[in-house]
Nanobody
Framework: QVQLVESGGDLVQPGGSLRLSCAAS????????MGWYRQAPGRERELVAT????????????RTYYADSVKGRFTISRDRNTVYLQMNSLKPEDTAVYYC???????????????WGQGTQVTVPS
């Protein structure tokens, strides 16, 4: 059983900052990728940022991706089984429910699945 628990969502004025957290726990062999998605009312869910761990390379080797809409303002990072999203210079268009996603290999070493957090609300009034 794998669970992802998110926290950090809040109401923030334009130009403010927030830091979202997502902690994965349970039967985990390896987390190969973690990321953040967001979905605003009446809009399609979109990818915000990802951080991946290469199968070959040093333990600290990572790759990151950012949507153009957040590049230069948001930063994704990872510590063990927790992924963070530092959000600076927030805009009203950032208002959405933010969902954590993790790609996890279970202890059998063969099965890879995607798991989702419960979502956390970020509101930036206009």
């Amino acid at each position: 059983q794998v669970q992802l628990v998110e926290s950090g969502g809040d109401l923030v004025q334009p130009g403010g900052s927030l830091r979202l957290s997502c902690a994965a726990s349970g039967s985990i062999f390896k987390i190969t990728a973690m990321g953040w998605y967001r979905q605003a009312p009446g809009r399609e869910r979109e990818l915000v940022a990802t951080i991946t761990s290469p199968l070959i390379g040093s333990r600290s080797a990572t790759r990151t991706y950012y949507a153009d809409s957040v590049k230069g303002r948001f930063t994704i990072s990872r510590d063990r089984n927790t992924v963070y999203l530092q959000m600076n210079s927030l805009k009203p268009e950032d208002t959405a429910v933010y969902y954590c996603n993790s790609r996890i290999i279970v202890p059998d070493g063969l099965t890879e699945n995607d798991y989702w957090g419960q979502g956390t609300q970020v509101t930036v009034p206009s």
